[in-house]
């Protein structure tokens, strides 16, 4: 079976959707999968490599408008790739644009991660066509029963969606290195210490827990970087947070598991409905860690079982994310119920879960076709 994954970056670039499609083209490839990604170049030239037994083609960028990278050389590849299953991952509307009109694969299948929430003005345009390629598609994939049902697209088209969660390497974030774990502890001394991971961007709602760690007696560890950045330290310097809030930039993922081991706490405040899934949430409860959250009607929620693996807050709301963070803190016993639920409930977002429901998923297209079946 030949695969196509198609996006508009692939690793090393980071990121949720990045992130996913690297964990699931490298394991079909282990799998004996032909597994082709076809992404966006960030120079105007082509780049082709082979990455652990995955061909990566990164086709030369021409403009990028509204984050989106437009490319020549991508809609050449995309019409001479003859391929058994064109994955698209959702959104990127010149790779939909791309395959519905130039595609030759047998079969489409559409990771839907989000909806398009800040480029508004671009549904406008876009909302015919994109309803014309999910109807065309063979199938679509939403990442969790919330999305699929507060998502206006995917509603209508219950009837092709199948709901399959991302996945991570639980076991890589289960194992940390206990030394460097107690070196953290002791390097940002305080009763507590609590922990963000993510890319600094509008929709982490960073503000509002810089703002609920006035309220907080603990030490806040932000890890990653991205365009809120500036706007976030100046926020606490204003605050003058600068003593309980440290920045610490993008570390190595040799480290990480040993930060998610090392704090009391993970948090993500999500504001928007950009926060899809949140993989993060998988790394902490791997870790076993306890989780606080946002209820934006997505997969966060779905992770985070709030009562059982953490605690569920109302967006952009500081006090009540204050609120949760002290409660949590203060009821050891509580706490570490939590993280022994959560512990157990992250093996079921295993990346070998993944590949293998995807997998079954590409068979079963395959079949159907083979049958006249249409959906």
Known sequence: MKILHVYKDYYPILGGIENHIKILAEAQAKNGIDVTVLATSLTKETVIENINAVKVIKAGR???????????????????????????????????????????????IITYHSDIVKQRYIMKFYKPLLKRILNKANRIIATSPQYLET?????ELRHKCTVIPLGIDINYFSKSDRFVSEDIRKKYKNPNLI????????FKGLEYLIEAMQYVNGKLLII??????????????????NWKIIFLGNIS???????????????????????????????????????????????????????????????????????????LLADEQLRKKYELN??????????????EKITNLYT?????????VCL
Do not use: W
């Open 364 to 372: 079963e297209v395959v079949k159907e076709q083979e049958l006249g």
């Open 151 to 155: 998502s206006i697209f995917l509603k």
């Open 224 to 241: 990653g970087t991205g365009p809120e950045e500036q706007n976030l330290k100046a926020k606490v310097n204003k605050d003058n947070l």
């Open 195 to 202: 922990l963000f991971v993510g890319r600094l961007c509008y």
């Open 62 to 108: 021409a403009i990028t408008i509204s984050r989106t990278p437009l490319s020549l050389s991508f809609l050449k590849f995309i019409h001479r790739m003859k391929v058994d299953v064109s994955h698209l991952h959702f959104p990127y509307p010149f790779g939909e644009f791309a395959n519905y009109f130039l595609g030759v694969a047998k079969h489409t």
């Open 342 to 355: 959560a512990k157990r409930r992250s093996e079921e977002f295993s990346s070998e879960h993944l590949v």
């Open 253 to 327: 993922n040799n480290d990480l598991p040993s930060y998610y081991d090392a704090c009391d706490l993970f948090v993500l405040p999500s504001s928007h409905r950009s926060e899809a899934f949140g993989t993060v949430i998988i790394e902490a409860m791997a870790s076993g860690k306890a989780v606080i959250s946002t209820e934006l009607g997505t997969g966060t929620s779905f992770v985070n079982v709030n009562g059982k693996t953490g605690i569920v807050v109302p967006p952009r709301n500081a006090k009540l994310l204050a609120d949760a963070i002290n409660s």
